[in-house]
Each structure stands twice: as structure tokens, then as C-alpha cells.
């Protein structure tokens, strides 16, 4: 089946750094790729859809400054969190659409900010 | 996309069939049933969806209501690896921005 990846599964950074998610649709196209958010016991929230040439959108409350995104291939979207702190820890999970009815998700990121 | 109401948690003894129940009383004509599952600190994985026919794979049956106003997710036989948080989503064809609820956190116990 469809795969997509994420790179890094961890990190750990210090506050007032930035830090840059990759997310990687493996062996099929992907125009759309989705990012979220997952708090320690909470559901998924969708932060904004990355759309290949174009602006990302994003979703009502995410800041577009804070969290870059740039969906730089058919393959590849990338989510920078910009001045991170200690908040914005947290599990960050990428999906993208294959063709067909589903859509596949990326084994997520935990970001640590000290 | 339509919500759904899920309830928050589930126990399920190895072995035995779990019937997770899923209400989505709003759901439109033109949209359909999706279950993910979320086992602890992975990504989420997709189990089935359906539209209006009962539908199964090798994971799962999915059996929708006529009136299509609910569904349930039948894992027939469950395992100790079942245990995950279950996402009942409604959304359209193509329409892949997913919208995740509380979800219902099953737990299979030996």
C-alpha cells in the first residue's frame, strides 16, 4: 500500500530555534498533503493543507508565521515551526491523499521544545 | 463535513468480536463512512469505509444503517495489538481534508 514518511521522528530543540519537518509521499503523487497536531491525550487537529504550487491554507487559529509550510514537490512538503517554545511540543502527524478513497499518514513527529 | 459521536472509551476481551458504534446522524447523501485506528504514538492507519453496503476487508466489517444515520466497526476477532484509539469519520469522495473527533479508546484485555 501507499506509504508516506516523516523525518525526524524526534527532536529535541531549544527555544527560539527553528525546526523543519519533512513529509514524503513514497511511491505515489501527492498535490495535497495535510498537517496536524496531537496534544499528550487529545484527537488530531488539522493545523492546514500544503498544496503544491501554491500557498498552503491554513486553518482557523494555526498562525501562518509561526508554521511554514512549503509543499516543494509532488513528493515532499515540509512544515517549519519558526521561534519555537515550549508549546509548541507536541506530536506532528502529515497525511496525503492517494489515488482512490484514502488517505495515508505519515508516523509522526515528536518535537520536543526545552 | 458532518460530525460524529463516538463513545470516549471500550473493553474487549481477547478474542471476542468488538462492536465499536459510531452515531452520525447528519451525515450527507454524498458522503462516506471512514474508521481509522491511532495505536499510541504512531500516525493514523485506515481501516475501511463504505458509503451505504455493509463492506469487510481483512481488518474489519463495517456494517451502516439503512438510514445510513450510524455505523459499527467489527473487528471480529480481537488481539491484544487492537488496542488504539478508533476514528469514525464522514467525509465526501475526493474531499480528503479529515476532521478528527474524540475518537473511542478500545482496550482488548488478555
Known amino acids: 500500500g501507499a506509504v508516506v514518511s516523516q523525518h525526524p521522528s524526534r527532536v529535541i530543540c531549544k527555544s527560539g530555534t527553528s525546526v523543519k519537518i519533512e513529509c514524503r509521499s513514497l511511491?505515489?503523487?501527492?498535490?495535497?498533503m495535510f498537517w496536524y497536531r496531537q496534544f499528550p491525550k487529545q484527537s488530531l487537529m488539522l493545523m492546514a493543507t500544503?498544496?503544491?504550487?501554491?500557498?498552503?491554507?491554513?486553518e482557523q487559529g494555526v498562525e501562518k508565521d509561526k508554521f511554514l509550510i512549503n509543499h516543494a514537490s509532488l513528493t515532499l512538503s515540509t512544515l517549519t515551526v519558526t521561534s519555537a517554545h515550549p508549546e509548541d511540543s507536541s506530536f506532528y502527524i502529515c497525511?496525503?491523499?492517494?489515488?482512490?478513497?484514502?488517505?495515508?499518514f505519515g508516523p509522526g513527529t515528536r518535537l520536543t521544545v526545552l | 463535513d458532518a460530525k460524529t459521536t463516538q463513545p470516549p472509551s471500550m473493553d474487549c476481551a481477547e478474542g471476542r468480536a468488538a462492536n465499536l458504534p459510531c452515531n452520525h446522524s447528519?451525515?450527507?447523501?454524498?458522503?462516506?463512512v471512514y474508521w481509522y485506528r491511532q495505536i499510541h504514538s504512531q500516525g493514523p492507519q485506515y481501516i475501511i469505509h463504505?458509503?451505504?453496503n455493509n463492506e469487510t476487508n481483512e481488518m474489519a466489517s463495517l456494517i451502516i444503517t439503512e438510514d445510513r444515520k450510524s455505523s459499527t466497526l467489527i473487528l471480529p476477532h480481537a488481539t491484544l495489538r487492537d488496542t488504539a484509539v478508533y476514528y469514525c469519520?464522514?467525509?465526501?469522495?475526493?474531499?480528503?481534508?479529515?476532521?478528527f473527533g474524540a475518537g473511542t479508546r478500545l482496550f482488548v484485555k488478555a
Open positions: 463504505g458509503l451505504k
Open positions: 447528519t451525515i450527507s447523501g454524498n458522503e462516506y
Open positions: 511511491d505515489f503523487q501527492a498535490t495535497t
Open positions: 497525511s496525503a491523499p492517494s489515488r482512490g478513497n484514502e488517505q495515508f
Open positions: 469519520i464522514v467525509r465526501v469522495a475526493g474531499g480528503f481534508k479529515t476532521i
Open positions: 500544503s498544496n503544491e504550487g501554491s500557498k498552503a491554507t491554513y
